[in-house]
């Protein structure tokens, strides 16, 4: 076994060390990420046993470099609370795998454990956070760095390395049925976010991760959100212009972080698979970038090359080539042998790839302390049980209000109905572990907890998408039989067994007998609410009980209905396990909501797309039989009390492209005061559009914001600072400029704000 603790080496040395002292085949086995993980143990009546799958791999390559979902649970893998890994034994099984390949291999190279971690960990007895446009709509990057610090502390107790975390998908298409992982339509509030996302799982940069800390593998790169038609997986039909502007500046963002980790996205650009982009991956990413980490592939995205290159080793050597340095299930990998001993591609392109690999397990601490110490735990579950419930509370927007709420906790009888009143699945969004179901807290049971003193009674009325009309009647008949109803409905990403799913753990379809109508491949034509849904809350409404609507659901719907009869209407994405309480504290005034959207909410399906920042390029943007605007803007969002801005001030109002590139900026300042009666937290968002440049510009552009609270009557004045990477362009020269000519600003919100010029002299 190699000594690879020497003292005083630098990781590149003790990488280096190790490097030349392994064998072909001991390389290809550190770039594979061939196994699932829940195939690699079993549970018996007195523990765990690793089965013969997993030892035989270990054999094949002298070694595993990365396992992939040891502790995964959903009806994909079939892992639940009777055959899975509980937390308390999550540290022990993870001893288990790392022991037996230090014991059974020639170098003993520890294995990284990967993860799913796209809102908490997909493993049992895990954290589950609101999904990714819930946190987009939080507009609060330091809340989140908070959530993913703790959600990191609970996976890396477990024993697991590399968190695998959607933060690259930029939403263009409501349709797609992943709109629940992305933050926003937006690159910078995305960027923004996934900068808290490296701050809080992988802490402070250096040459070994701290403890509790972890590598996110960052998701995917690139352009996943801009699929044609809103198709999962479906190729970007974009320029490299719109490519840099929209879909890359979160991964920008992350490498100034410290991204050590990234995954290549299942769609093509232009015609060309992002796992065999060599321009994508090698030259913008790693060369322009300096991105130094590692490029995971998705899950059997490898296979598909072979369509490409008919045949699997010629397939291998043009990802490894093209810069993918680690597999994930595909059948292509294990192929890499081969190609390197017929010539497809050079034993030092694998090197390069086993490089970044062993990196990252000396920077996890791999080497010099593989084991974790047994039931090792969380610190401060509590304290992340809160962090969860104020991320859920700042998630929630308010769309429309005609003075019903906040709601008196006086009401002698209130009706609770829909199909996402009390289901704790449909709360909580796709990758999503089995629960203990007193983990969640639904708006049935939030309500209760809140309105003590009320008789709460629940009809769920009927299903997401089901056409059966059987509980209509009930919950009708209940609504008029209340002082007030709360009608909860919105989508279910919530898979069953009843799914059929592909090797990638997608959906291939659903039998009609499941209520799921989002999540990964569940792409909508149609993003009106499902089943009888609107029917339910029409004849609700027709009783005359006072109504408030609370959408749960992981995509905007086009809800043009509800938004001109409905008088309260909240929008809550897929809350997660504190969801119910955080949306109760709001309909009951407990909680002033501060959520804002972070996408546009479209009138129709046939209006898309319907994104803010579209190009002002002169065209019409009305359709002859529709509006060209959104429902709702990006940006929106009500309060209980009232914002007014004043005295917007540039202090520098012209300042020269040599001069901001030195680094100055323009420093811009606003009064906001709460002119209302209640606290609360106000978004103050800064847009920019330019009014003269090489390239057709957008109509406004999100260049900065700030999330502050303010008590009622307070005054305070909030600044931004604009440099050269706001005001830059890709040019029509194809690189980054900095442009002469006027900006202009407007800060504000949605519904109110005010303007100012710049000039780049």
Known sequence: MVDSNTANETTY??????????????????????????????????????????????????????????FRSDPWSAVNFENGITEEDSAEVANMIQQYVKEHTRLGIPVLLSEECSHGHQGLDSMITPVNLGIGATWNPELHEKLMAAVAEEVRAKGAHLALVSTLDILRDPRWGRSEECFSEDPYLASRLTESVLKGMQGEQGDVIQEGKMVPVLKHFAAQGNGTGGKNAAPATIGERELREIHLPPMVAAIRSGALACMAAYNEIDGISCHANGYLLNHILREEFGFKGAVMADGCALDNLVALTQSRERAAALALENGVDISLWDDVYITLESAVETGLVSEEKLNEAVRRVLTLKFKMGLFDQPLLESLQQQQDKEQARNINLESARQSIVLLKNEGILPLSKDFKKIAIIGPNADSVYNQLGDYTPFQREEDVITVLKGIKSLAKESEVAYEKGCGIRSGDPEGLEKAVHLAGDSDVAIVVLGGSSARNFDAQFDLNGAVVNTTGEEEMDCGENVDVANLELGGLQLELLQKVMETGTPTVVVLIQGRPHAIPWIAEHAPAILSAWYPGQMGGQAIAEILFGDVNPSGRLPVSIPRSSMQLPVYYNYKDGGYKKDFFDMSGNALYPFGFGLSYTEFNYENLLVTKPTISADQLLAGETFSITVDVTNKGNHDGYEVIQLYLKGKGSSITRRVKELKGFKKVWLAAGETIEVTFELGAEELQVFSSRNTYELEPGLFEIEVGNPVTCLNAILKIG
Do not use: P
């Not at 143990?41 to 007195?46: F, G, L, Q, V």
């Open 13 to 70: 040395d003790r990488v280096e060390t190790l490097l030349a002292n392994m064998t072909l085949r001991e390389k290809v086995g550190q770039v594979n990420q061939k196994l699932y993980g829940w195939e690699v143990y079993s549970k018996t009546d007195t523990g765990y046993e690793l089965t013969e799958n997993f030892k035989e791999h270990v054999q094949r390559w002298d070694g595993i470099g990365v396992l992939y979902g040891l």
